[in-house]
T-cell receptor
């Protein structure tokens, strides 16, 4: 697609429920990143995909968080047993592998997750 | 590990004022440096970048120079407009390991009043 697309744009869930957040990167972008932005805070790195593998998942805050990517395209971030501290905007970005240092990354508009 | 420190906001200026948002970094090697901007209700957009020492990134009247000796990448604009009101993030892409992740500062909210 023309840009990075994320869905849903907003999600309200009850504490303890599981949620899935989706990211469609720019067509042909082999690198994909997930970040979290809590209210009034900076961006926290969660996980980086190169193709379908994740060489850096160091930012996942707990084992309740997981992500996968298939077909070097769509990625899904899953949060199990959501907690109120999971409330944040979850951002996805993509780039061509090896070019991010030169051109930066393209971000989606994010999914605003609210856990009540 | 790599880190970015940028000046805490919020910053409030009058239209046509001079803007400086300070950003310093800690990284091994020679990172690439970026400024991203987030306008109200919108996603993050790349504003400008610099990939090596003494490079100057510029866009939309904003400038930042990669200063390795002071490990800084301060954002400047000579005359701000109301439309520049946004949150600005400094970021680096390090050279450690195989990850291409960006490390961000906490963001600085800028409000420009008419």
């Amino acid at each position: 697609g023309a840009g990075v697309s994320q869905s849903p744009s907003n999600k309200v869930t009850e504490k303890g429920k599981d949620v899935e957040l989706r990211c469609d990167p720019i067509s042909g972008h082999t690198a994909l990143y997930w970040y979290r932005q809590r209210l009034g805070q900076g961006l926290e790195f969660l996980i980086y995909f190169q193709g379908n593998s994740a060489p850096d998942k160091s930012g996942l805050p707990s084992d309740r968080f997981s992500a996968e990517r298939t077909g070097e395209s769509v990625s899904t971030l899953t949060i199990q047993r959501t907690q109120q501290e999971d409330s944040a905007v979850y951002l996805c970005a993509s780039s061509l592998v090896g070019t991010g240092f030169r051109y930066g990354y393209t971000f989606g508009s994010g999914t605003r997750l609210t856990v009540v | 590990g790599d880190s970015v420190t940028q000046m805490e906001g919020p910053v409030t200026l009058s239209e046509e004022a001079f803007l400086t948002i300070n950003c310093t970094y800690t990284a091994t090697g020679y990172p690439s440096l970026f400024w991203y901007v987030q306008y109200p209700g919108e996603g993050l957009q790349l504003l400008l970048k610099a990939t090596k020492a003494d490079d100057k990134g510029s866009n939309k009247g904003f400038e930042a120079t990669y200063r390795k000796e002071t490990t800084s990448f301060h954002l400047e604009k000579g005359s701000v407009q109301v439309s520049d009101s946004a949150v600005y993030f400094c970021a680096l892409r390090g050279t450690q390991g195989g990850s291409e992740k960006l490390v961000f500062g906490k963001g600085t909210k800028l409000t420009v009043n008419p």
